[in-house]
């Protein structure tokens, strides 16, 4: 009886392209306020990397460490193979200790594009943008990717006018910086319950502080009427607790 044929090998499964991490090398960075560093990453290692979606985000290997943050782009420029991310700066923490000592040339490990995005609905009357410093870069995103026949509302809550900023789109747009006070959103979610809407269906986008965005998603759906569906809302983090899961949606009402 002849021999049995050997078992064929069982290759691993291929890692998906956006979970892979690729090295890619920092080739500038500018601070755009004092607490926002915007660090433009580039190199070959981003020829196919997916286009980021509205408020997504990518994932970055710290340099010299095993933690792994999550930012939003900025801008992703695919032709010249550079992605532009924003670091807020806040207190000593590992992103910021990056973002502060970070230089041109310094090589450095991402992966994605990850995360829901949100699309635009460019039907709705009208946006309603808000959230936190932490969100303006994904604010910002949806804002460019605005039509220019649309009003947009963004409110956002800062420690300091010094982090205000030009935050530039094709739509009508009316933009409130609201100081934060000595509890984190707070200030944001005053000014989203006083704000008066526009008449018409709208859409929202909303990212800021976990507990705060579920205040603030209950009441545009219990107090304003909106249905769940026009809004996209994320919890960036959670106070008290580090490094925060980067997917909390708040649909869990």
């Known amino acids: 009886m002849p021999d049995a044929a050997p078992a064929p090998s069982v290759e691993p499964a291929a890692q998906p392209p956006s979970k892979r991490f690729r090295t ?9 306020t004092p607490k ?7 190199g070959d290692a981003l020829d196919g990397f997916g ?34 991310i924003d670091v807020i700066l806040h207190g000593d923490s590992p992103g ?21 995005g949100h699309t635009v609905d460019p039907t709705a009357a009208w946006h309603l943008l808000a959230g936190d410093a932490c969100a303006v870069p994904a ?17 956002v809550e800062i420690d300091d006018t010094a982090e205000e900023r030009l935050l530039p789109s094709p739509a009508q747009v009316q933009t409130w910086w609201v100081r934060a006070g000595e509890v984190p959103g707070e200030a944001l979610e005053t000014a989203v319950r ?4 526009p008449e018409g269906a709208g859409q929202v986008f909303l990212a800021c ?13 219990q107090a304003r009427g909106l249905a769940p569906t026009s809004m ?18 708040g649909q869990d009402d």
């Open 51 to 84: 286009t980021p979606l509205l408020g997504g985000h990518i994932k970055v290997m710290l340099p010299g460490t095993t933690e792994v943050r999550a930012y939003t782009p900025h801008h992703f420029d695919a032709a010249r193979r550079e992605i532009e």
């Open 36 to 42: 926002d560093v915007r660090i433009t990453l580039g």
């Open 139 to 155: 604010i910002g995103m949806v804002l460019a990717a605005l039509p220019a026949t649309t009003r947009a509302i963004v409110i």
């Open 194 to 197: 006083s704000i008066d809407l």
């Open 232 to 249: 996209h809302t994320r919890g960036y983090w959670k106070a008290g607790i580090v490094n925060y899961p980067d997917h909390d949606y």
């Open 24 to 32: 890619v090398e920092v080739r500038r960075v500018d601070r755009v």
């Open 209 to 221: 502080e976990s507990g705060i965005m579920r205040r603030i998603r209950q009441h545009l759906i």
């Open 96 to 116: 910021s200790r990056w973002a502060t000592a970070v230089k041109p040339g310094d090589p450095v490990d991402l992966r994605g594009p990850g995360g829901r």
